[in-house]
């Protein structure tokens, strides 16, 4: 999830707004900041897409497996044509429309009441957030998302890498023709891994999930007070809010990456005895600590353009909400 709350740009200067944009939209528009959030999500995930799939099989399949970005493309097309680096699209989509919609709702709700605590406390900035006050909104934010998203990302990562197996049973000749004929549908992934697994199945690596918790946070806090900092001297444009959501992913992402990995190895895995600590140790036995940075370029790369896709798009896409639901009761009216 790679979420990212900001105060609207026409809020912040007159520069970067239209002249029929509401100079004074709600402080604490939930739904409109949810609905822009959602749609500057589901907009980053589909540009950046093939990414997402190329490292989530590099983070699942064995060491053996080759981790070269350009051969890894190449070999997707070659088994599956283009079709192969969107695996899951569908479940992404909807996945990430939700996580951003719940995410910022809860966000700029936990905003909203720090704005109004420190409305006319001295030296206080209206509008901006401390590093605690971020840090806090973050962790209530990310932990409802999580608890109530999980069950859609296990999907995704099962579609996402189920193409593999059946790929290696393709080249070991265990393949019918039928077999490879066959495409993996959300559906039909969904209802497998309930009959196979059971419903338990759906919350597996909601605890390393839960801890990631801590990658939106680190994100949103170094984009906060960057932001607080350029506002000193300049309005925050959308090609400003890009750069800074590219830095504030880039250095969250790096230092969770290790718990990416293993979330996405107890999604696939049946066996899931010993919880987190118990992954951890085995992809360090099997594969070396290395293992647990797999197909860290595509990720890091994938996770840093749909931020800064994000940041940059909210903003838009929150002034054209606000914009319409003005639109809209002028009309009523």
């Known amino acids: ?45 589909i540009l950046t897409y093939p990414l997402i799939t190329l490292s989530t099989r590099a983070q699942v399949e064995s060491r ?36 951003n919609f719940v995410y910022y709702y809860w966000y700029e709700w936990t905003r909203a009441v720090f704005e109004r605590r420190a409305a006319g406390v001295a030296g206080r900035v209206s509008g901006q957030l401390t590093t605690l006050e971020s840090m806090i909104a973050g962790a209530l934010a990310g932990s409802a998302t999580v608890i109530l998203t999980n069950p859609i990302w296990v999907v995704n990562t099962r579609m996402t890498t189920r193409q593999r197996a059946v790929e290696a049973d393709e080249e070991a000749g265990e393949a019918s023709k039928e077999g490879k004929k066959k495409k993996t549908t959300t559906l039909g992934t969904l209802l497998a891994l309930l009959k196979e697994e059971g419903p338990s199945a759906l919350f597996a690596g909601v605890v390393p999930a839960l801890v990631l918790v801590i990658n939106p946070i680190l994100q949103y806090t170094l984009f906060e007070q960057l932001k607080n900092a350029v506002q000193k001297r300049r309005p925050v444009t959308p090609g400003i809010a890009f750069v800074l959501g590219a830095l504030g992913k880039l250095f969250a992402t790096g230092i969770t990456y290790p718990y990416i990995t293993v979330k996405s190895r107890m999604h696939v895995s049946k066996d899931r005895q010993g919880g ?14 290395a293992g647990l940075y797999k197909g860290i370029g595509p990720k890091i790369t994938q996770s840093v353009l749909t931020a800064a896709f994000l940041f940059a798009l909210k903003d838009v896409l929150y002034n054209q909400t606000v914009l319409l639901r003005s639109k809209t009761r002028s009309l009523r009216a």
């Open 276 to 289: 987190v600590t118990a992954a951890l140790r085995r992809v360090i036995q099997d594969e070396g600590y």
């Open 64 to 99: 053996r497996a080759d981790s070269s970005f350009l051969k890894a493309v190449e070999g997707i097309v070659a088994r599956e044509g283009v079709s192969g680096l969107y695996a899951g699209l569908d479940s992404a989509i909807f996945g990430i429309g939700i996580t």
């Open 1 to 45: 999830m790679a979420p990212a709350a900001s105060k609207p740009v026409v809020a912040d200067a007159a520069s970067t707004s239209s002249a029929a944009v509401p100079a004074a939209p709600p402080a604490n528009d939930n739904v409109a900041h949810a609905i822009a959030g959602a749609g500057g999500g589901i907009l980053s995930t």
